[in-house]
């Protein structure tokens, strides 16, 4: 068979190279037809937000949650975190399944994990604004929170935080000022116009806060003061000091009454308090 073969392929060499690209193709398609153990599929860590808070700060519902590690991120290959806003009755159960809140849910908001990595903090934070308008007073916002890889997969929702939005509530002190002394750091203000809703401003009184680069934030006052000034005489130099003005709701039983978390309108002051000649800084914003 071998010298059939060879003489064969010395009197036609075209046809010997066909007989040996047949026999090429042949193996060929025998290799590409092996098939071995099939591969498990990638998997990454589960990443869900935990203690998802909402609060409303005048006009404001802010939602808050711990800010993830960098490790379980980059582990969890998430590219951004979205929040879901369900409205509902104040009277329907709050125990619900996943599938019924997405059903009716709809995302108000996402941040980008890059937006979550340069957060200062241990804390996330997302703002709902609210529309003073169309705020109704039997309703509830249901919120949850669900972080999404890079593959386009939703992780698992964080748990539940509920709002009931209230529109008596103030606006923001107005006008204020701080007077810098080697004593004293005073705090004056005006009481502010009006609620959220344009209705007379609902004061029952303010409490102060007080907070360092190193350290956290402390309430000066030990009761609501009434009136619209504070003096803070407890303080050191070359420090650099953020006080808070927070307005107590006049009606608190009504916030006893309920799980939510209220803060009203306010003001953040930041004062550089330096040796030598009295100085103010009037740098102000509002939460």
């Known amino acids: 068979m071998k010298t059939l073969v060879g003489t064969y392929c010395k009197s036609s060499l075209t046809s010997c ?15 590409c037809g092996r098939v071995g153990d099939p591969l498990p599929p990638i998997r990454y860590s589960t ?15 802010i939602i808050t949650w711990p800010k993830p590690t960098q490790i379980s991120l980059e582990r ?27 059903d009716n849910a709809q995302i108000i908001g996402s941040l980008s994990v890059k937006d979550i990595s340069e957060i200062e903090g241990k804390t996330v934070r997302f703002v709902d604004i609210l529309d003073p308008e169309n705020i109704d007073s039997s309703k ?7 972080y999404v890889q890079f593959t386009g997969v939703s992780l698992p929702l964080s748990s539940y935080a509920f709002a009931e939005p209230i529109t008596t509530v103030a606006k923001a002190p107005e006008e204020l000022n701080v007077e810098v002394s080697q004593t004293t750091i005073k705090l004056s203000w005006k009481v502010p116009a ?5 209705t007379p401003a ?22 609501p003061v009434t009136i619209t000034v504070f003096e803070d005489r407890k303080f050191k130099f070359e420090t650099e000091y ?9 009606n608190t039983s ?22 030598g000649n009295s100085s103010t800084d009037t740098g102000l914003k509002c939460l």
């Open 17 to 31: 190279s066909c007989l040996l690209v047949l026999l090429f193709l042949q193996l060929a398609v025998l290799g």
């Open 47 to 61: 990443l869900v937000p935990e203690s998802v808070l909402a609060m409303q700060r005048g006009s404001e519902l």
């Open 76 to 102: 969890s290959k998430i590219v951004r975190a979205e929040i879901l806003r369900r409205e509902e009755s104040a009277t329907d159960p709050k125990r619900l399944t996943e599938e019924s809140f997405i």
């Open 140 to 146: 509830r916002y249901r919120y949850a929170v669900r």
């Open 194 to 198: 009006e609620n959220i809703d344009l």
């Open 202 to 223: 609902n004061v029952s009184g303010y409490n102060i806060y007080r907070k360092t680069k190193n350290q956290a934030e402390e309430l000066l006052s030990p009761t």
């Open 242 to 250: 953020t006080y808070r003005i927070r307005i107590e709701y006049s």
């Open 254 to 275: 009504s916030c006893l009454e309920t799980v939510n978390l209220y803060e009203h309108g306010q003001y953040t002051l930041n004062v550089q308090i330096s040796t």
